[in-house]
């Protein structure tokens, strides 16, 4: 996927925020293994009800488009039906908003039966309106002969009931799937001696590179022997004491999360439920750092995982300090309440052998209650 980003300055919005927006979506677009080649901003309080952007603007992109060669447009915003097909039409290329990549992005990770479920079913709701657009489209387009045009109607009602179909058959399946749970939760391999960690944390917090750098640290390491697992699965082996530690990397926590996919957000997280021990990620440069972590904590809330060992890791403390001896621990522990926290720089190495160190306790931990119970 080759993209060219648009983003919207609304008189609302600061410089900072729209470029902090942005940066954000090409996040998005590297997660679903895209590329961005080109970012366009237009200033404008009320969008255009036919293509969002004024019509200056859409030559500007077409010119954009066909300069660097790209195939994709993505809007920092929520496009109607109708823009998405006539800036489709303009520009011949692909049209994307900030909730299809998210989908794409959650379409990805969902693992489970329930969670590839529920990113159908959001997929679905939010294709729903498109195809109605699409039903129009058929229509005006084809416009004269009378044949056709019954054949053009056709074709969009069809796709609308088969949709709607789908949608009435996947709300049953997730209303039985989630009946099931309970029972098949008690019967979950436990076994003592893999201890299963699962990062979570806003998205930039430095999950996916502390993953690497935890799990590369050992030479005992292979990703290919867990070939089978997903491959954001790595794991950390301490052989003096016959343990391994599985850890997971999980989808980052996003600004603007558009409501509608929360269900399906929730079911990414689901793994989360077999996890022995959470490591929240933070990222503590950032100045919103308090607020980024109380949204993951209501979320972790949410999906009843709040009861759970869960070790806050303050990440890139490296942005903040020139060296690791001025880093304060106990100052920051404050700042996160009664619960286990280390300060650490992922980019640095620092602090990374305590977090090992922390590790291995709690895999030690796993066995003694393991045995007690
Ligand atoms: N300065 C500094 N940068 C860091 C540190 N750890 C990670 N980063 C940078 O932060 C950025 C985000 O890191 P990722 O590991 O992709 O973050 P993530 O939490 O996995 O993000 P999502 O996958 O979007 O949820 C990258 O550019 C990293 O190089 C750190 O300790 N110090
Ligand atoms: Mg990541």
Redesign the pocket.
């Known amino acids: 996927m080759r993209c060219i980003l648009v983003g919207i300055k609304t008189k609302e919005k600061k410089d900072k925020e729209l470029k902090q927006s942005l940066s954000e979506l090409e ?1 998005l677009v590297e ?1 679903v293994e895209g590329v961005t080649l080109g970012k366009l901003y237009q200033k404008k309080d009320i969008p255009d009800p036919s293509t969002f952007i004024g019509k200056g603007k859409v030559k500007q992109l077409k010119e954009l488009i066909e300069g660097t060669k790209a195939d994709t447009v993505v809007f920092d915003a929520d496009l109607t039906p109708v823009q998405i097909t006539n800036i489709e039409k303009i520009t011949q290329a692909n049209v994307l908003d900030r909730t299809d990549l998210i989908l794409q992005i959650f379409s990805q990770r969902a693992k489970t039966r329930q969670a590839k479920l529920q990113v159908e079913l959001a997929t679905l709701q939010h294709e729903l309106p498109r195809v109605y657009g699409q039903k129009g489209k058929a229509l005006s387009r084809i416009g004269g002969g009378m044949k056709t045009k019954g054949a053009g109607e056709k074709i969009g009602e069809i796709k609308v009931r088969t949709i709607k179909d789908r949608i009435s058959k996947i709300k049953k399946e997730l209303e039985k799937i989630k009946k099931q749970r309970y029972q098949q939760r008690k019967w979950r391999n436990k076994d003592p001696n893999i201890l299963k960690v699962s990062l979570v ?10 993953l690497k750098k935890l799990t590369k640290r050992d030479t005992f390491v292979s990703d290919q022997l867990f070939a089978t697992l997903d491959t954001k699965t790595s794991y950390i082996a301490f052989p003096d004491i016959g343990k391994k530690v599985l850890i997971t ?1 999980t ?4 600004k603007n999360m558009p409501k509608e996919l929360m269900d399906a957000f929730m079911a990414t997280l689901e793994e989360l439920e077999d996890a022995d021990l959470i490591l929240h ?1 933070i ?1 503590i ?1 950032d100045e919103n750092w308090v607020e980024k972590m109380e949204a993951v904590e209501d979320i972790l809330k949410k999906i009843n995982v709040s009861d759970k060992p869960l070790v806050v890791v303050l ?5 903040l300090v020139p060296s690791p001896e001025y880093i304060e621990e106990a100052d920051h522990t404050m700042l996160t309440g009664d619960r286990e926290t280390v300060v ?5 190495g620092w602090n990374i052998d305590k977090l090992h160190n922390i590790l291995r306790k709690y895999a030690l931990r796993k066995d003694t209650v393991s045995v007690g119970g």
């Open positions: 996040g997660a944390g806003y998205t930039n917090a430095g999950k996916s590179t502390l990397d989808v980052g926590f996003v990620v990222d440069s990440n890139k403390i490296d942005k650490i720089s992922t980019e640095k």
